[in-house]
């Protein structure tokens, strides 16, 4: 079965930092997507990547998949508090979706 | 719309005790989808419905759970004799058809004691 692994679980950064969240499947992505998820709520949607070599950007946030279609990134620029939270990626897997475990950035003033 | 609703949204109950949770998804929407996520994991998938057809249990979904959706509207899970290790978040999400973009609800938080 597929899994998906995110690197790294934890990040604290200081505002206004530059950072990176990585996805890594042991199969083939042919759906990636990226969540966000306040501690104790729902996930929200960010972005969908189906295309090797594709990026997307939405306000702050850049995610990435590479060309075999085996990794993304998610890049935010000029972090602020308001994108602290965890970070999920996802994969199609037949009619559903599996999860990595999460990404929690923390971001202080 | 206001989105995915879920009812309860915390529910505390005793060993033993039966529990049913409903979801309410977008109204336009074909697809719902229940997940399990517990502390310092991802969510995982239990299963799924298109329309009032549930098409995919997870192996996770034990005899003592069941899930409904009569009509192709709202959806209800329901777990039978709670134990100690179901307690999670239950989050319900749903789709017009295209698989990744999944709209969450706020989910259940169960707590067995």
């Known amino acids: 079965s597929q899994e998906l692994e995110q690197s790294p679980q934890s990040l604290i950064v200081q505002e206004g930092k530059n950072l990176t969240i990585n996805c890594t499947s042991s199969?083939?992505?042919?759906?990636l997507y990226w969540y966000k998820q306040k501690y104790g709520e729902g996930l929200i949607f960010l972005m969908m990547?189906?295309?090797?070599?594709e990026e997307k950007s939405h306000e702050k946030i850049t995610a990435k998949l590479d060309e075999k279609k085996q990794q993304s990134s998610l890049h935010i620029t000029a972090s602020q508090p308001s994108h602290a939270g965890i970070y999920l990626c996802?994969?199609?897997?037949?009619?559903?979706?599996?999860f990595g475990t999460g990404t929690r950035l923390q971001v202080f003033p | 719309d206001t989105g995915v609703s879920q009812d309860p949204r915390h529910k505390i109950t005793k060993r033993g005790q039966n529990v049913t949770f409903r979801c309410d998804p977008i109204s336009e929407h074909n697809r719902l989808y229940w997940y399990r996520q517990t502390l310092g994991q991802g969510p995982e998938f239990l299963t799924y419905f298109q329309n009032e057809a549930q098409l995919e249990k997870s192996r996770l979904l034990s005899d003592r759970f069941s899930a409904e959706r009569p009509k192709g509207s709202f959806s209800t899970l329901e777990i039978q004799r709670t134990e100690q290790g179901d307690s999670a978040m239950y989050l319900c999400?749903?789709?017009?058809?295209?698989?990744?973009?999944?709209?969450f609800g706020p989910g259940t938080r169960l707590t067995v004691t």
């Open positions: 199969k083939t992505l042919y759906g």
């Open positions: 999400a749903s789709s017009a058809g295209q698989l990744g973009e999944q709209y």
């Open positions: 990547l189906q295309k090797g070599g």
């Open positions: 996802g994969a199609d897997d037949t009619d559903k979706l599996i």
